[in-house]
Antibody, heavy 123, light 112 residues
Framework: QVQLVESGGGVVQPGRSRRLSCAASGFTFSDSAMHWVRQAPGKGLEWLAVMSYDGTNKYYADSVKGRFFISRDNSKNTLYLQMNSLRAEDTAVYYC????????????????WGQGTMVTVSS | DIVMTQSPLSLPVTPGEPASISCRSSQSLLHRNGNNYLDWYVQKPGQSPHLLIYLGSNRASGVPDRFSGSGSGTDFTLTISRVEAEDVGVYYCMQGLQIPLTFGGGTKVEIK
């Protein structure tokens, strides 16, 4: 079935790194733009990053630019988020999500979401 | 960045009654192609978010027809025509016109 499954979360010390993965199945991953979105405990949703279907274009929220890096391996149907220099405020559930690109070249809505993986930054 | 503002923060509702959530953007979300790049998501308790409405007024696959989206430019509304108990959750609007994509702060719908 159509699904996204995130993994790689856990407890990590401030200043350290962590890589999250998002495994896709049931749809054509290589045709999809892919996103990372996070949700701090008790808070709302924050968009973090997007990568185009072929990996040539990527964009980031200012809050993670220069620390987090999005990548993908279309041969493995997997999206990644490399998180460096982690801070306490990065503590959140991290979701991956799929969108398309419409005829005007704009991103379409997030029609598939994963279940999320929790990252806790604490000493 | 486009700022998305939702109201109310909390919405107690009676089953069978209608409910509306407002979402305003700091810039127009109307593209020259005629589409409004405004989507609605719901996050039910303990679940990940899922898509309700895309491009302002289009119901996503499988979404009951009691949900409708309206508005254009900077002012949008999500309406539930007759609330059911299963509709409890936090509703978010999101603009897809400009990167960074931005969400509203969320509206918590709860049963009275």
């Amino acid at each position: 079935q159509v699904q996204l499954v995130e993994s790689g979360g856990g407890v990590v010390q401030p200043g350290r790194s962590r890589r999250l993965s998002c495994a896709a199945s049931g749809f054509t991953f290589s045709d999809s733009a892919m996103h990372w979105v996070r949700q701090a405990p008790g808070k709302g949703l924050e968009w973090l990053a997007v990568m185009s279907y072929d990996g040539t274009n990527k964009y980031y929220a200012d809050s993670v630019k220069g620390r987090f890096f999005i990548s993908r391996d279309n041969s493995k149907n997997t999206l990644y988020l490399q998180m460096n220099s982690l801070r306490a405020e990065d503590t959140a559930v991290y979701y991956c999500a799929r969108s398309g690109v419409d005829a005007s070249g704009l991103l379409s809505a997030f029609d598939i979401w994963g279940q999320g993986t929790m990252v806790t930054v604490s000493s | 960045d486009i700022v998305m503002t939702q109201s109310p923060l909390s919405l107690p509702v009676t089953p069978g009654e209608p409910a509306s959530i407002s979402c305003r953007s700091s810039q127009s979300l109307l593209h020259r192609n005629g589409n409004n790049y405004l989507d609605w998501y719901v996050q039910k308790p303990g679940q990940s978010p899922h898509l309700l409405i895309y491009l302002g007024s289009n119901r996503a696959s499988g979404v009951p027809d009691r949900f409708s989206g309206s508005g254009s430019g900077t002012d949008f509304t999500l309406t539930i025509s007759r609330v059911e108990a299963e509709d409890v959750g936090v509703y978010y609007c999101m603009q897809g016109l400009q990167i960074p994509l931005t969400f509203g702060g969320g509206t918590k719908v709860e049963i009275k």
